[in-house]
C-alpha cells in the first residue's frame, strides 16, 4: 500500500525556518517523481515544486515567487523528500502536501499525504 | 510568473453538461503545458481526473474528459452527478515549473 506521511509543521514565527519531510513507503521512491503543493486557508492549491527521479536526473523545479526561500531534496536512501522553507512569513500559512505522481518510466500516479499544517505568526 | 485563469464558479444540472477552461496569460495553452485537472472536495487532499491534457487515471469517471479548446485546456462533465459538485483546479507546465489556475467552484443544481 501506498503512503505517504508528512511531518514537520508547526507553528513558526516570522523569518524562522522550517523543515518539512515525506516519508514514502509502498512503492519504488527511487524512481518516483515527487511534487509539494500547498493550501492556504480558504485558498487555492498553489503549485511549490518538484523533484525527478534520479534516473531522470534527480533535477528540481521551483516556483519563481518563492525567490528561492524554499528547496526540495530528496534521500532516496531513507525513502524520504524534504522542503527547506526559510524566511518564512505569514503569507507562508498553509497545509503542505507530497504527493507521488509519476515515475521514471513516464507512468502516472496520484498518490498524497494527509497534508501538514505550517502556521507562520508571532 | 505566468498568471493561469479559470472561471470561478460555474453551476450545472443533474445530468447536465458543463466545460471549464484553463487560460494562460503568455498564451495558448498546448500539449506542452502538460495540463493537468484536479478535483477537490472540501476536507480532503486534491484528486487528479485529467493529466497530459487527455489522459485519464483508471479512477477517473468517463463523463470525465480534458481537451484542448480555443487556445485553452479545458475540461468537460457530461451527465453531471451530485457527487461531482467539487473545487477544480487545472495545473500548466511551464518549461517543468507549474502553475495553478485559481479554481472553479463547481455546483450541481
Not at chain 1, 51 to 70: E, I, M, Q
Not at chain 1, 85 to 107: F, H, K
Request: charged share 15%.
Amino acid at each position: 500500500e501506498v503512503q505517504l506521511v508528512e511531518s514537520g509543521g508547526g507553528l513558526v514565527k516570522p523569518g524562522g525556518s522550517l523543515r518539512l519531510s515525506c516519508s514514502a513507503s509502498g512503492f519504488s521512491f527511487t524512481n518516483a517523481w515527487m511534487k509539494w503543493v500547498r493550501q492556504a486557508p480558504g485558498k487555492g492549491l498553489e503549485w511549490i515544486g518538484r523533484v525527478k527521479s534520479k534516473p531522470n536526473g534527480g533535477t528540481t523545479d521551483h516556483a519563481a515567487p518563492l525567490n528561492g526561500r524554499f528547496t526540495i531534496s530528496r534521500d532516496d536512501s531513507q525513502n524520504m523528500l524534504y522542503l527547506q522553507m526559510n524566511s518564512l512569513q505569514t503569507e507562508d500559512t498553509a497545509v503542505y502536501y507530497c504527493s507521488y505522481y509519476r515515475d521514471t518510466s513516464g507512468q502516472h500516479f496520484d498518490y498524497w499525504g494527509q497534508g501538514t499544517l505550517v502556521t507562520v505568526s508571532s | 510568473q505566468a498568471v493561469v485563469s479559470q472561471e470561478p464558479s460555474l453551476t450545472v444540472s443533474p445530468g447536465g453538461t458543463v466545460t471549464l477552461t484553463c487560460d494562460s496569460s503568455t498564451g495558448a495553452v498546448t500539449r506542452g503545458h502538460y495540463p493537468y485537472w484536479f478535483q477537490q472536495k472540501p476536507g480532503q487532499a486534491p484528486r487528479t481526473l485529467i493529466y497530459d491534457t487527455s489522459d485519464k487515471h483508471s479512477w477517473t469517471p468517463a463523463r470525465f474528459s480534458g481537451f484542448l479548446l480555443g487556445g485553452k485546456a479545458a475540461l468537460t462533465l457530461s451527465g453531471a452527478q451530485p457527487e461531482d459538485e467539487a473545487e477544480y483546479y487545472c495545473l500548466l507546465s511551464y518549461s517543468g515549473v507549474g502553475v495553478f489556475g485559481g479554481g472553479t467552484k463547481l455546483t450541481v443544481l
